[in-house]
Each structure stands twice: as structure tokens, then as C-alpha cells.
């Protein structure tokens, strides 16, 4: 192998590749990353059984080849250096990176002990990458952390109708984004259930300028893929029955309340500060306004007031400051409708995007209240 390459380019290829990569694989050649240079293109693949990344950039290709060496290193050493033209050859068993005055030897993988790639699921439907990137930044806010139920943390994705629905829950809380998307068919109506963390690591890195590709094959059906831009990832399904939670959304809620989310944020953070780590705060509404309060007689105490719009009975409620912020976070719009039935029930949260307008339903958050004594 003789490539001649761009360093800028070569080193994002490189470290958005091996990211997949894990920090205990199963086995040592799972440490690498394959690099093959052939018809202008230098691919760059990485596998762990689980999940693989695939990426491609162009190249001066002097002579075609292919090598197999450390992920982790050879996207430190890309890294690090200078900007401008790098070399990359190999002979016997090294390979040489090279570029300005610098000089770096990597011993080869053998090729023959890499795995072999799954293949790229076909093409379900696409979407821009804005639209899917805030989609997973608000469905992916409840996703669990607790590994012992692997379906806690996943993102249900239904596909029907030209919409997906994207839905995630720890048990606590709900969240779901809805988007129109243009599907490879018109018959499409498939779920599947995908890693969360997966989700976002896509969502992070993608050039918003191409749409995403989401791949999947029925008669391969553990297996989900996204492309955007050449970059191509794919993992494998999780293995479980996701909790039935549309009977957790009411049908109706006697008690709406509109507020500007970035002061409810603001005060929510004030508020909290004297709160004990996990203590819930107390939002009471009545005239109008809430009263947000935290702490308790005996212990540092915090109060603030809101002006809201309000239709219903007053209620006291209270919740955990984290998830509430977590969940308000991901509201785009300027308002924010909290749906409110009692101080025991779920309550819903959604965008408005004017304060005297109508929520928006392609971002709903669910989250259980705290129960608390006066």
C-alpha cells in the first residue's frame, strides 16, 4: 500500500471510525481498524461484533493494499500531525505514517483474524440530519443506564405511515419525538428497537447538509444501519419486548399550564441549588402563577415565583429537578404546556411555539411526579 493523503481528512476519518471500538474488546484484533487503499479511495472499517463504522475518503493511490493495525493509536498519531499532504505505506510487517518532519511505525494486524463486516442492511427510508438529530436528541432523554434491562435502554422506532415515532423510558419517565421522513416504499410499517447510546453517537457527527439513510433488511432483521455522507454505521438489534406505554398518555387532562421554558429553567436550577442531591422540588399553581420551592424548615430553603397561563384547579406537584430539566431541555420551541391530571399522575410536557397557540405533539415528555409530604 502507497496512499497520499490530506491529514485534516484523514485524521476525522479516522477518529470518527475507530470511536466504535471498545475499551476491553473480546479480543486483541478487535483493537483495530482496517484501512484499504484502491481506486482513489482510502475505506477505513472497525468491528466489534456489536457495532461497525465505515468510512471513506479520497486518496493519490500508488499502489492498492490493505492492513489491519490500532485503532486507538493510529487515531492519536492522526491527530497529532501537521496539517498539510501525509504518506502512508506499508513493507513487511509495518506500516510508516508519515508527514512534515515526522516519521511513526505501526507493527500489522493480521488480516486474516479481522472479522468480516455485516453486510449494509438496504435503505428503509431517509431524512435530513437536523430533523433526525433533534428527534434522538429528545427521544433518547429517557433511555435507562441500567444494563441489566438491555430494552430500558433502547429507542423503539416505529416506521408507518411516512412518520417514525421514536420512544424511550427508564420507568420514571417517557420521551418521544415524532418526524415525517420519505420511506424506500409506501407498504413500510416496521419496529425495531435500537441502542440509545448508538442513536446519539450517530446523531453527534452528522453532516447536516445529506440526509440520513436508515437501512434495514426484514429477512436480516437483527440488524439496523444509518448513512450519512459515506459515513456508515450499523449494530445489531436488541433482543427484547419493549414495555407497552401508549396507555400512558391520558386521553385528557383537566389542568394546562403554559410557561416560558427558559425562565422555568432558569428557576428550576435556582431552586434546586438547595436541594439535597435527588430531592424533589414542589411547583404549586393557583392564580396564575407557580410557586417553585425546595429544602425544608430545618435545612437551607429556596422559593421563586413564575407568571403562567393557567386553566384548571390549583395543584401541588412535585419532581425530580434533573429530569425535569433533562426533559425541558429538549423542547425547541419558547413554551412549554405541562398537562396535569393530580399530584400523583403522570404529567405531559410539550412545545408551543407561541404562548396563546397549541402544543406541538412531535416532542412529548412523560415524568412521574415525586410524592411528597407538606
Not at 424506500?184 to 425495531?192: F, H, V
Not at 445489531?236 to 410557561?259: K, N, T, W
Not at 424533589?280 to 425544608?296: C, D, H, K, W, Y
Amino acid at each position: 500500500m502507497k496512499v497520499e493523503i490530506d491529514s485534516s481528512a484523514f485524521s476525522e476519518a479516522v477518529s470518527w471510525t475507530t470511536r466504535v471500538i471498545p475499551a476491553r474488546p473480546a479480543t486483541p484484533i478487535l483493537t483495530g481498524v482496517k484501512l484499504e487503499a484502491a481506486d482513489g479511495l482510502l475505506q477505513l472499517s472497525a468491528f466489534d461484533y456489536e457495532v461497525s463504522a465505515r468510512h471513506h475518503i479520497e486518496a493519490g493511490v500508488d499502489e492498492s493494499g490493505l492492513a489491519v493495525v490500532q485503532g486507538k493509536l493510529l487515531a492519536d498519531i492522526g491527530k497529532a500531525l501537521p496539517v498539510g499532504k501525509i504518506y502512508l505505506s506499508t513493507s513487511g510487517a509495518k506500516l510508516t505514517v508519515s508527514g512534515g518532519q515526522s516519521t511513526f511505525s505501526l507493527p500489522l494486524m493480521p488480516q486474516s483474524d479481522y472479522p468480516e463486516l455485516p453486510q449494509i442492511p438496504d435503505a428503509l427510508g431517509s431524512v435530513d440530519a437536523d430533523t433526525f438529530a433533534h428527534a434522538v436528541a429528545q427521544a433518547t432523554v429517557a433511555i435507562s443506564r441500567e444494563e441489566s434491562r438491555p430494552v430500558l435502554t433502547g429507542v423503539k422506532m416505529i416506521f408507518s405511515d411516512g412518520k417514525v415515532q421514536m420512544t424511550s423510558t427508564d420507568r420514571f419517565r417517557l420521551s418521544r419525538s415524532t418526524f415525517a421522513w420519505s420511506p424506500s416504499a409506501d407498504d413500510i410499517d416496521t419496529s425495531l428497537l435500537v441502542r440509545g447510546t448508538l442513536l446519539r453517537d450517530v446523531a453527534r457527527s452528522l453532516d447536516t447538509s445529506q440526509n440520513v439513510v436508515v437501512g434495514f433488511n426484514p429477512d436480516s432483521p437483527t440488524l439496523v444501519g444509518f448513512d450519512n455522507a459515506g459515513k456508515i454505521s450499523t449494530a445489531q438489534l436488541i433482543d427484547g419486548e419493549f414495555p407497552s406505554v401508549d396507555r400512558l398518555f391520558a386521553a385528557d387532562y383537566p389542568i394546562h399550564v403554559v410557561l416560558d421554558k427558559n425562565a422555568l429553567i432558569d428557576a428550576i436550577r435556582r431552586v434546586s441549588l438547595v436541594a439535597e442531591r435527588n430531592a424533589p422540588i414542589r411547583m404549586s399553581f393557583e392564580n396564575n402563577q407557580v410557586t417553585l420551592s425546595a429544602g425544608s424548615a430545618d435545612e437551607s430553603q429556596a422559593k421563586e415565583t413564575l407568571s403562567v397561563d393557567m386553566d384548571g384547579d390549583p395543584i401541588t406537584i412535585a419532581f425530580n429537578p434533573a429530569y425535569l430539566v433533562e426533559g425541558l431541555s429538549a423542547v425547541y420551541e419558547p413554551y412549554v404546556r405541562m398537562k396535569m391530571i393530580s399530584p400523583t399522575k403522570a404529567v405531559e410536557f410539550n412545545g408551543q411555539q407561541d404562548q396563546d397557540g397549541e402544543e406541538s405533539l412531535d416532542y412529548r415528555y412523560l415524568l412521574v411526579p415525586v410524592r411528597f409530604v407538606d
